[in-house]
Every structure is written in structure tokens, then in C-alpha cells.
Nanobody
Framework: QVQLVESGGGLVQAGGSLRLSCAASGRTFSRYAMGWFRQAPGKEREFVAAIRWSGGSTYYADSVKGRFTISRDNAKNTVYLQMNSLKFEDTAVYYC???????????????????WGQGTQVTVSS
């Protein structure tokens, strides 16, 4: 199991930017696909972005395409989520996840068995 610790959340005005980081422990980090998910109050947790173990392919929810960028540095065991042009509706707790069994079909990512971080709060003021 991979241990994950998120950081970088906070309060930002609409239109601003934040960069989330997720530090992973364990020697097998580079074997996992990594993802970001979020959960707003009263809503279910939803997919935001994912990246393959090699970093060669990335996947995004339609709601964040063109605004968010996921990346990873396997040498540092860290995955990032750069969030630009933030909107009020991006307010949520953001969770990092390590995916041991991802599925890719027709250019889409489908989560498998996930190990979760504890989450970091992102609040966007309107």
C-alpha cells in the first residue's frame, strides 16, 4: 500500500491559481497510475484528473479540461495538480489516489483499486 500526503490547498479568489502536491511513500510509486479526485459538501466524490505511471498520458474531467494540469515526478515520488482559472464550483476537498489497477478504454481512464490520501481543502471565493 502507498501512503499519500496532499498539500497546497487553501483559499483563493475566483480566477486565481493553486498547485496541489501529493507526496507518496514506497518504492513502487512509479508503477502506479495517479489521480486526483474531489468532494464538495453534500456531493459524491468525483474524478478530476489522472496520469499513467510513465506520465505519458493524462486524463481529465470535462469540467476541468483546459484549466487543470496533472503531472508527476517519479524521482521525487510526487504528483501535482496545477489549477488555473479557478471557479467557485471548484471548491472541494481534493484527494490524491494511487491506482494499482487502472483501465484505459477508448482514450478514457477508469479507476481501479485506489489508495487514498487524507485530502486537502480548496476554497474558491466568488
Amino acid at each position: 500500500q502507498v501512503q499519500l500526503v496532499e498539500s497546497g490547498g487553501g483559499l483563493v479568489q475566483a480566477g486565481g491559481s493553486l498547485r496541489l502536491s501529493c507526496a507518496a511513500s514506497g518504492r513502487t510509486f512509479s508503477r502506479y497510475a495517479m489521480g486526483w479526485f474531489r468532494q464538495a459538501p453534500g456531493k459524491e466524490r468525483e474524478f478530476v484528473a489522472a496520469i499513467r505511471w510513465s506520465g505519458g498520458s493524462t486524463y481529465y474531467a470535462d469540467s476541468v479540461k483546459g484549466r487543470f494540469t496533472i503531472s508527476r515526478d517519479n524521482a521525487k515520488n510526487t504528483v501535482y495538480l496545477q489549477m488555473n482559472s479557478l471557479k467557485f464550483e471548484d471548491t472541494a476537498v481534493y484527494y490524491c489516489a494511487a491506482d494499482r489497477s487502472p483501465t484505459y478504454i477508448s482514450g478514457n481512464y477508469y479507476p481501479g483499486k485506489l489508495d487514498w490520501g487524507q485530502g486537502t481543502q480548496v476554497t474558491v471565493s466568488s
